[in-house]
């Protein structure tokens, strides 16, 4: 088998898988929403986000360890247009979403954040304390939508 043969049966392959995982994973998602008695953008917002982002997390730790910032932001930002852009216009082209209004509440906050981002963006420098800004945004977010379900 030729190198090329085998990198085409690899992401064959994990094509296979990461189709397989997600339908397992928006499942049990859905059945841990029913179970917890919590709404299924509680869990789409908390688990599921962030089990399909930790691979973005390593990824972009990574490259800021080694030296590689432009990747490490390149990816991030990258990551969000593919998915406001690509993941949810291909969706919707596909079958219609229903947006509730507590969606569009969160769509104000990603616009914030958005705008909060580009702010500290433009300092040319994500330094710690623009890391503890947006990790505390987080936290707040979070705690927010806890308090709705609530």
């Known amino acids: 088998m030729t190198d090329a043969t085998l990198t085409y049966v690899q992401m064959a392959a994990g094509l296979v898988l990461l189709l397989g995982g997600a339908d397992i994973l928006v499942r049990s998602a859905a059945t841990l929403a029913r179970r917890l008695a919590v709404s299924s953008l509680v869990v789409g917002m908390t688990l599921v986000a962030f089990g399909t982002s930790a691979p973005e997390l390593i990824v972009t730790l990574d490259a800021a360890l080694s030296g590689a910032p432009d990747i490490a932001v390149g990816n991030i930002v990258g ?47 994500l330094a710690w304390w623009a890391g503890a800004i947006l990790i505390a945004g987080l936290a707040l977010f979070l705690a927010s939508a806890a308090k709705r379900e609530h």
């Open 79 to 125: 990551s969000n247009i593919a998915n406001l852009l690509l993941i949810i216009g291909v969706s919707a082209a596909i079958y219609p979403i229903a947006v509730a209004a507590s969606v569009r509440h969160d769509a104000l906050v990603l616009a914030g954040v958005t705008v909060l981002f580009t702010a500290l963006a433009l300092t040319g420098v």
